[in-house]
Protein backbone atom coordinates (compact mmCIF):
# COMPACT_ATOMS: atom_id res chain seq x y z
CA UNK A 1 0.00 0.00 0.00
CA UNK A 2 2.27 2.76 1.21
CA UNK A 3 4.66 4.46 3.68
CA UNK A 4 2.13 4.88 5.96
CA UNK A 5 1.09 1.56 6.75
CA UNK A 6 4.63 0.64 7.45
CA UNK A 7 4.90 3.83 10.50
CA UNK A 8 3.80 3.45 13.79
CA UNK A 9 1.38 5.44 15.67
CA UNK A 10 2.73 8.01 18.13
CA UNK A 11 0.91 8.79 21.30
CA UNK A 12 -0.29 12.48 21.51
CA UNK A 13 -0.26 13.89 24.70
CA UNK A 14 -1.73 17.15 23.40
CA UNK A 15 -0.11 20.26 22.62
CA UNK A 16 0.39 19.85 19.44
CA UNK A 17 -1.12 21.28 16.51
CA UNK A 18 -3.45 19.12 14.26
CA UNK A 19 -2.71 19.05 10.78
CA UNK A 20 -3.47 21.31 8.49
CA UNK A 21 -6.15 21.20 5.20
CA UNK A 22 -3.44 21.11 2.52
CA UNK A 23 -1.47 18.62 4.98
CA UNK A 24 -4.24 16.34 5.10
CA UNK A 25 -5.48 16.20 1.40
CA UNK A 26 -1.52 15.03 1.22
CA UNK A 27 -2.10 11.98 3.52
CA UNK A 28 -5.44 11.17 2.27
CA UNK A 29 -3.78 11.15 -1.13
CA UNK A 30 -1.95 7.84 -0.01
CA UNK A 31 -4.42 5.80 1.45
CA UNK A 32 -6.98 3.56 -0.39
CA UNK A 33 -10.13 4.42 -2.25
CA UNK A 34 -13.13 5.45 -0.20
CA UNK A 35 -11.02 7.38 2.80
CA UNK A 36 -12.82 10.38 3.27
CA UNK A 37 -12.54 13.50 5.73
CA UNK A 38 -15.69 14.25 7.76
CA UNK A 39 -15.65 18.41 8.26
CA UNK A 40 -18.68 19.32 10.02
CA UNK A 41 -19.02 22.44 11.71
CA UNK A 42 -18.23 22.75 15.13
CA UNK A 43 -16.63 19.13 15.44
CA UNK A 44 -13.48 17.73 14.49
CA UNK A 45 -12.58 16.55 11.31
CA UNK A 46 -12.67 12.85 10.92
CA UNK A 47 -11.07 10.37 8.69
CA UNK A 48 -14.10 8.12 7.57
CA UNK A 49 -14.35 4.97 5.73
CA UNK A 50 -17.35 2.06 5.49
CA UNK A 51 -16.55 -1.15 4.55
CA UNK A 52 -19.13 -3.20 2.71
CA UNK A 53 -19.16 -7.05 3.54
CA UNK A 54 -21.27 -9.85 2.46
CA UNK A 55 -22.73 -10.31 5.97
CA UNK A 56 -22.95 -9.84 9.45
CA UNK A 57 -20.28 -12.21 10.39
CA UNK A 58 -17.39 -10.83 8.07
CA UNK A 59 -18.18 -7.55 9.50
CA UNK A 60 -17.71 -8.54 12.86
CA UNK A 61 -14.48 -10.38 12.27
CA UNK A 62 -12.80 -7.29 10.47
CA UNK A 63 -13.99 -5.07 13.55
CA UNK A 64 -12.69 -7.47 15.70
CA UNK A 65 -9.21 -7.20 13.80
CA UNK A 66 -9.56 -3.15 13.44
CA UNK A 67 -9.40 -3.82 17.50
CA UNK A 68 -6.04 -5.77 17.45
CA UNK A 69 -4.62 -3.24 15.30
CA UNK A 70 -5.82 -0.55 17.46
CA UNK A 71 -4.71 -1.83 20.74
CA UNK A 72 -1.34 -2.98 19.17
CA UNK A 73 -0.68 0.65 18.26
CA UNK A 74 -2.57 2.61 20.94
CA UNK A 75 -4.99 4.59 19.05
CA UNK A 76 -8.77 3.55 18.77
CA UNK A 77 -11.00 4.57 16.63
CA UNK A 78 -15.00 4.53 16.83
CA UNK A 79 -16.51 1.77 14.83
CA UNK A 80 -20.04 1.21 13.39
CA UNK A 81 -20.63 -2.39 12.96
CA UNK A 82 -24.20 -3.53 10.37
CA UNK A 83 -24.90 -6.13 8.76
CA UNK A 84 -23.05 -6.35 6.12
CA UNK A 85 -20.76 -3.26 6.84
CA UNK A 86 -18.30 -1.51 9.09
CA UNK A 87 -18.00 2.09 9.59
CA UNK A 88 -14.59 3.94 10.31
CA UNK A 89 -14.07 6.95 12.12
CA UNK A 90 -10.73 8.21 13.18
CA UNK A 91 -9.35 11.56 14.78
CA UNK A 92 -7.16 12.38 18.04
CA UNK A 93 -9.41 13.12 20.57
CA UNK A 94 -6.37 15.06 22.75
CA UNK A 95 -6.46 17.39 19.82
CA UNK A 96 -10.15 17.50 18.36
CA UNK A 97 -8.12 17.12 15.20
CA UNK A 98 -6.22 14.97 13.14
CA UNK A 99 -2.51 13.65 13.03
CA UNK A 100 -0.35 11.92 10.87
CA UNK A 101 -1.16 9.15 13.36
CA UNK A 102 -4.75 8.95 12.32
CA UNK A 103 -3.50 8.59 8.74
CA UNK A 104 -1.07 5.42 9.95
CA UNK A 105 -3.91 3.63 11.65
CA UNK A 106 -6.14 4.33 8.46
CA UNK A 107 -3.27 2.70 6.34
CA UNK A 108 -3.35 -0.28 8.59
CA UNK A 109 -7.07 -1.11 9.17
CA UNK A 110 -6.95 -0.30 5.17
CA UNK A 111 -4.39 -3.16 4.79
CA UNK A 112 -6.73 -6.04 6.50
CA UNK A 113 -8.91 -6.09 3.53
CA UNK A 114 -5.81 -6.07 0.95
CA UNK A 115 -4.64 -8.76 2.78
CA UNK A 116 -7.75 -10.83 3.96
CA UNK A 117 -10.69 -12.18 2.20
CA UNK A 118 -12.52 -9.58 3.35
Known amino acids: MTGLADKSC ?8 P ?6 QALLAELGAGWGITEV ?10 YAFDDFVSALAFTNRVGEVAEAEGHHPDLYLAWGR ?3 WIWTHKIDGL ?3 DFVLAAK ?10
Open 86 to 88: ATV
Open 109 to 118: IEGLTTNSDS
Open 19 to 24: LDKAQR
Open 99 to 101: TES
Open 10 to 17: VPCRGGVP
Open 41 to 50: EGAAPKLEKT
